[in-house]
T-cell receptor
Framework: EPEVTQTPSHQVTQMGQEVILRCVPI?????FYWYRQILGQKVEFLVS????????KSEIFDDQFSVERPDGSNFTLKIRSTKLEDSAMYFC???????????FGPGTRLTVL | AQKVTQAQTEISVVEKEDVTLDCVYE???????LFWYKQPPSGELVFLIR??????QNEISGRYSWNFQKSTSSFNFTITASQVVDSAVYFC????????????????FGKGTKLSVKP
């Protein structure tokens, strides 16, 4: 069964460093998303991506964040200068259509020290 | 104001009990979609169900059932004969369309209900 994959599973970084979180969405899906979940809290939307451009972004997704689909399979989230409050689980998701069910990857736990 | 409210923070039941998880949503759209996701202790988010606003039929899938009532803006989830493996955090989520400036498919999650099923 096709699934969304994410790498790495855990990333530890120093404050101020850049990180890139990687995702491989399900191959025939067209819509891609990043969400984050601070420990013990709800899942929050960051950004959606369709047709090689950002469809929507939340107020969390400020200038420190960027997304890219560098090739036909990968979907990346970059945080340019990490802050302590960026520590969270980051989930990638994909769906066939904008209102279809989204399938989530296993997440990348980002720890900023 | 929260768009998705899961008032039950934690529920604890004994195996084989039935349990209902509540979800109340708020939207101005006439077309919207509701979802339930399960997050077991391992942390992944597992899709359970999607309903659109025009389909109010209740749905049953094995021990799981869902009760969608537009009149009360609720989409409740019942687990019959609960099992230890049902222990997880369950999230209800809403996806609005863009008519009132809503997001294209982005999921708005509730805070989740942590279900503990004890043997």
């Amino acid at each position: 069964e096709p699934e969304v994959t994410q790498t790495p599973s855990h990333q530890v970084t120093q404050m101020g460093q850049e990180v890139i979180l990687r995702c491989v969405p399900i191959s025939n899906h067209l819509y891609f998303y990043w969400y984050r979940q601070i420990l013990g809290q709800k899942v929050e939307f960051l950004v959606s991506f369709y047709n090689n451009e950002i469809s929507e972004k939340s107020e969390i997704f400020d200038d420190q964040f960027s997304v890219e689909r560098p090739d036909g399979s990968n979907f990346t989230l970059k945080i340019r200068s990490t802050k302590l409050e960026d520590s969270a689980m980051y989930f990638c998701a994909s769906s066939w259509g904008p209102y279809n069910e989204q399938f989530f990857g296993p997440g990348t736990r980002l720890t900023v020290l | 104001a929260q768009k998705v409210t899961q008032a039950q923070t934690e529920i604890s039941v004994v195996e084989k009990e039935d349990v209902t998880l509540d979800c109340v949503y708020e939207t101005r759209d006439t077309t919207y979609y509701l979802f339930w996701y399960k997050q077991p202790p391992s942390g992944e988010l597992v899709f359970l169900i999607r309903r659109n606003s025009f389909d109010e039929q209740n749905e049953i899938s094995g021990r799981y059932s869902w009760n969608f009532q537009k009149s009360t803006s609720s989409f409740n989830f019942t687990i019959t004969a609960s099992q230890v493996v049902d222990s997880a955090v369950y999230f209800c989520a809403l996806s609005e369309n863009q008519f009132y400036g809503g997001s294209q498919g982005n999921l708005i999650f509730g805070k989740g209900t942590k279900l503990s099923v004890k043997p």
